[in-house]
């Protein structure tokens, strides 16, 4: 997609701070981070949000979350994280192409909302 943020950072069009990358996935850190460690898992294809997976494309969200396994061992994360990824407008979601954000780093409030 060409007016797609992350489409654009995949691209390399816009500078982003890489920390994986393979077939499928492209990961980088949180220009805005949330905790010490906040990174973005994005599949290398442009899917709008979890709301558009299905049978065809769900190999991207399988390979997104291998990802996050791999991330989080590379970053150090052995005491826990939250992944978390935003759907629409009641979740606040803000760029419409599909990301797995891993948060970590300090301990975090024990309710999600
Ligand atoms: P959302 O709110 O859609 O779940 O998450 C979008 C995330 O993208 C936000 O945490 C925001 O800080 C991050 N973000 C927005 N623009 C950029 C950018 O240009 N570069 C990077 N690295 N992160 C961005
Ligand atoms: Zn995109």
């Known amino acids: 997609m060409s007016d797609c943020l992350f ?3 995949i691209d390399g069009e816009i500078p982003s701070t890489k920390v ?7 990961a980088f850190r949180d220009i805005n981070p949330q905790m010490p460690t906040h990174i973005l898992v994005v599949p290398k294809e442009h899917i ?3 709301a558009e997976l299905d049978s065809d494309n ?7 979350l291998e990802a996050v396994a791999k991330i989080a061992k590379q970053e150090g ?3 826990g994280y ?3 990824s935003n759907v629409g407008e009641d979740a606040g979601q803000t760029v419409h192409h ?5 948060l970590g ?9």
């Open 82 to 84: 939250r992944v978390v």
């Open 58 to 64: 769900s190999v991207y969200a399988a390979k997104c």
């Open 98 to 102: 599909l990301h797995f954000h891993i």
């Open 7 to 9: 489409c654009k950072i």
């Open 20 to 26: 994986y990358e393979d077939e499928f996935v492209f």
């Open 105 to 113: 780093g300090a301990k975090m409030a024990d309710k999600m909302s």
């Open 48 to 50: 709008a949000s979890v």
């Open 77 to 79: 994360l052995e005491n």
